[in-house]
Structure formats: C-alpha cells, structure tokens
Antibody, heavy 113, light 111 residues
Framework: EVQLVQSGAEVKKPGATVKISCKVS????????MHWVQQAPGKGLEWMGL????????IYAEKFQGRVTITADTSTDTAYMELSSLRSEDTAVYYC??????WGQGTMVTVSS | DIVMTQTPLSLSVTPGQPASISCKSS???????????LYWYLQKPGQSPQLLIY???NRFSGVPDRFSGSGSGTDFTLKISRVEAEDVGVYYC????????FGGGTKVEIK
C-alpha cells in the first residue's frame, strides 16, 4: 500500500525549532518530489517547499525562505521538514505530499508559551 | 507567483442537485508539453485532502463519475452532477506549472 506516515503532534515554545518526518512506503522514494504544505486552523492550504529525493535539491516558498529546511534521507525513505524561529502563526497542521495524489495524515504543531 | 481564485466561498446544495465551483489562475496553466497543470482536491472534515481531478479533466482512480472538471488556460470549473452527503467538505484547486499554489477553497455543505 502506498502511504506517507508522518510523525506525531508537537508542542513548541516561540523561538524553538520543530522537525517533522514523513516515512514513505509502497513506492520508490526517489521517483517523486516531496512537497510540504501548511494548513493553519480553519484556513486553506499553503505550499512551503519541496525536495527532490534523488539529489536533495530544494525549492522553498518565499514566505518560509530562511526558516524552513526540507531534506530527504534515501537510506530510510524518509523526508523531513524543519521549521525554525517558531511563532504563534506557525500553529498549523503540516502535510507531506508526493506525486500530488499521496498525502500524509498531517502533523499538528502548536506554538505556545 | 501564480494566484488561484476560487468562487464561491461556500455552497449549500440539496442532495441530488448539481454544484459548480470556479477557479481562475492569474497566469495560463498550459505548459509547453501540451498539458495543463490544474488539479482539484476535496478535504473532508478532519481528513487530509484527496485528489479528485488532475490535469483539468482526468478523474483520479476511484473518484465517482459525478465529478467532472473542465476549462483551459486560466479558467477552470469543477462540477458535481448530483451532490451526495459524502461530498461535503472544502474543495481546492491547485496549480503546479510554477511551484504550487492553491485556491482559497470552497466549502460545500448539504441543505
């Protein structure tokens, strides 16, 4: 079965860093870019960036440039999204997405003092 | 950046009646390879988005044929021929010709 399984919910303080994982199974990890999407509570979907697992190349949305790092570990077929300098506005569900039709279950990140 | 504009913001539909959602992009989504990179998703309450339509009009595997997509260039439409209770949720269009951007979403509810 093709699936993306994400790590669990996180609670962080402002200024901290969060790192979320996305484990791939059921297809060849390097066949598709891995995207990350943010969804704030009650809001729409916002693209954060992508990684090409084949060579590690990344592209980031301007909004998150400088704070987000997306990586891919081909030894474990896992992608990661790290977001630093967290603020309350980063409270959201974060999804990994592959090939546009495969979504992770989402990881809730709460930023609160 | 390509801006995706969806209308309406919300729809209240009687079961069995049709529904239509519009999505307009600020730039053409037609690629030089001949494909148009416009997708439609449904996000049911409490779930991850699920792909309904890819490249304007192709139904994804398992998607009922009451869903159809049409359009070209910058103007696109998702139609549900007969809305069912299971169709409630928020519908999003998305473009992938230039990175990714999503429309703001259209909430569909049942009357």
């Amino acid at each position: 079965e093709v699936q993306l399984v994400q790590s669990g919910a996180e609670v962080k303080k402002p200024g901290a860093t969060v790192k979320i994982s996305c484990k791939v199974s059921g297809y060849t990890f390097t066949d598709y870019y891995m995207h990350w999407v943010q969804q704030a509570p009650g809001k729409g979907l916002e693209w954060m960036g992508l990684v090409d697992p084949e060579d590690g190349e990344t592209i980031y949305a301007e909004k998150f440039q400088g704070r987000v790092t997306i990586t891919a570990d081909t030894s474990t077929d896992t992608a990661y999204m790290e977001l630093s300098s967290l603020r309350s506005e980063d409270t959201a569900v974060y999804y990994c997405v592959s090939a546009f039709d495969i979504w992770g279950q989402g990881t809730m990140v709460t930023v609160s003092s | 950046d390509i801006v995706m504009t969806q209308t309406p913001l919300s729809l209240s539909v009687t079961p069995g009646q049709p529904a239509s959602i519009s999505c307009k992009s600020s730039q053409s989504l037609l690629h030089s390879d001949g494909k148009t990179y416009l997708y439609w998703y449904l996000q049911k309450p409490g779930q991850s988005p699920q792909l309904l339509i890819y490249e304007v009009s192709n139904r994804f595997s398992g998607v009922p044929d009451r869903f159809s997509g049409s359009g070209s260039g910058t103007d696109f439409t998702l139609k549900i021929s007969r809305v069912e209770a299971e169709d409630v949720g928020v519908y999003y269009c998305m473009q992938s010709i230039q990175l990714l951007t999503f429309g703001g979403g259209t909430k569909v509810e049942i009357k």
